[in-house]
């Protein structure tokens, strides 16, 4: 059995605001689901947040940066997250 292993580029998903009712966890928990149902990547970090504002950082690993970004906007826009960011390394 050769099982190719896939290079699992790491980045970020900043959300500067959350709505409101929502919650990191929440959100995190909602993109992990949808990495894993698409198989393009993981949620590697539960999120942590940044300086005194309401921005939160969320780690993520991907295998296919595109199809990441695409799952990732389809749940933020589900969430009603307005404003976010995806960086990669």
Same mark, same amino acid.
């Given at each position: ?9 790491? *980045? ?15 959100? $995190? ?8 149902? #698409?198989?393009? *990547?993981?949620?590697? *970090?539960?999120? #942590? ?11 993520? *690993? ?10 990732? $906007? ?12 995806? $960086?990669?390394?």
């Amino acid at each position: 059995m050769d099982r190719k292993r896939r290079r699992m580029i790491e *980045g970020r998903l900043y959300l500067f605001s959350l709505p409101s009712g929502a919650d990191k966890t929440l959100i $995190s928990l909602a993109i992990t689901k949808v990495l894993e149902a #698409t198989k393009c *990547g993981r949620v590697l *970090g539960s999120g #942590t947040s940044i300086t005194n504002d309401d921005t939160v950082a969320i780690e993520i *690993g991907a295998y296919d940066r595109d199809a990441a970004n695409d799952a990732i $906007s389809r749940v933020c826009r589900r969430q009603k997250c307005q404003d976010f960011e995806v $960086s990669w390394d």
